[in-house]
């Protein structure tokens, strides 16, 4: 088995740390962890990859060039997994200069490290580099919103709502530059709603559990109609891994779970789950409350995956029923990262 040098951007986070222990389990690949560690990112999401000495950590921020720069002239990396970015949208609102530094800004360095690295000049990829790969890990949210009906495809024009999908539309448009002019090996995926172990506990299921189990009211923004498709992190993980691996250069595969559920739904489910592996005197959805809406709040997204699914054989191996269980019975074993 062929072995790579992957660097894996923002691998202490949430779905950085789930590819970090897919790809170290699955393969024979030297695996360079970069974090800057900001509030998102923790080493507990990285403690069984920590045990494996092919596995090595780099604290950092992909905002430094001259670091990242020094980063590729030193370990020489074949692959780059880049999922290192501010993704929650409430922060973007009020700070939205981070997220213009950290994803767009972030993703150039890496963009120049790996054109420096792999290649003599537009077009003119090193021998050396012939099978180098960068793969940008997107979202479902630059491209708007969605009615009642429709899905998002790889062709849906980009209609960025808010800070956050702003700054990954122009990140995407980025690596799409580095692609049409330099030739730079590049794949993007955009991905629905993730979802499953080591997510922060900012996010929307982490705090339904959180707010459930510690008796507060459990905030739902609107009227909760808001509908989101949930992917669980696994499931997401193996697409990247095949979209890196056999996906079309310069292509965007879109990646999502086919599980389109109302906020309502997702919060009211979980209570259930709770009601059943925690009970107490009364049920956990007494807690449910309704919040004043977000600014821009998108009403809908939804994924269409079927390129993945045709060209590169992908499928979901959970339903949001079935990852739902599996993540509200870890953070029950996980209260700390609540």
Same mark, same amino acid.
């Given at each position: ?83 290192? $970015?501010? #993704?929650?949208?409430?922060?973007? !609102?009020? +700070?939205? @200069? =981070?997220? *213009? ?69 122009s990140s995407d448009f980025m690596v799409r530059s580095y692609f049409h002019t330099y ?28 707010? $459930?189990? #510690?008796?507060?009211?459990?905030? !739902?923004? +609107?009227? @909760? =109609?808001? *509908? ?111």
């Open positions: 088995m062929n072995s790579n040098k992957v660097l894996i951007t923002g691998g202490a986070g949430f779905i950085g740390s789930n590819y970090t222990n897919y790809v170290l389990e699955h393969t024979n690949d030297e695996v360079y962890v970069l974090d800057s560690l900001t509030y998102a990112g923790n080493l507990k999401n990285l403690e069984v990859a920590s045990q494996n000495p092919k596995y090595k950590f780099i604290k950092g921020t992909i905002c430094d060039e001259p670091f990242v720069l020094e980063l590729f002239t030193k370990h020489q990396f074949d692959q780059v997994v880049h999922f290192a $970015a501010e #993704s929650h949208v409430d922060n973007s !609102i009020t +700070g939205p @200069g =981070t997220f *213009v530094q950290t994803n767009i800004v972030g993703t150039f360095n890496l963009l120049q490290g790996a054109y420096k690295t792999w290649m003599n000049g537009p077009n003119m990829l090193k021998e050396a580099y012939a099978q180098a790969r960068f793969l940008h890990v997107s979202t479902d949210e630059v491209y708007g919103s969605l009615g009642e009906t429709g899905l998002f495809t790889e062709e849906t024009p980009y209609a960025p709502n808010s800070p956050y999908s702003a700054s990954k539309a030739g730079l090996p590049v794949v993007t995926t955009n991905c629905s709603n993730n979802y499953g172990p080591n997510q922060h506990k900012e996010k929307l299921i982490p705090t339904i559990i959180r707010k $459930a189990i #510690s008796g507060n009211p459990i905030p !739902i923004y +609107g009227d @909760g =109609t808001n *509908v989101r498709d949930w992917l669980y992190v696994q499931d997401h993980c193996i697409g990247i891994k095949l979209a890196l691996d056999k996906g079309t250069l310069g292509e965007t595969y879109n990646i999502g779970g086919r599980n389109e559920r109302k906020n309502l739904y997702i919060a009211n489910t979980i209570c259930e789950i709770l009601d059943k592996l925690s009970p107490k005197n009364e049920s956990y959805k007494e807690q449910i409350t309704f919040v004043t809406d977000r600014p821009g709040h998108d009403f809908r997204y939804a994924i269409d995956a079927t390129k993945l699914e045709n060209e590169l054989g992908w499928q979901a191996d959970e339903n949001f029923e079935s990852g739902i269980l599996k993540t509200v019975a870890w953070y029950l074993n996980n209260t700390d990262r609540l």
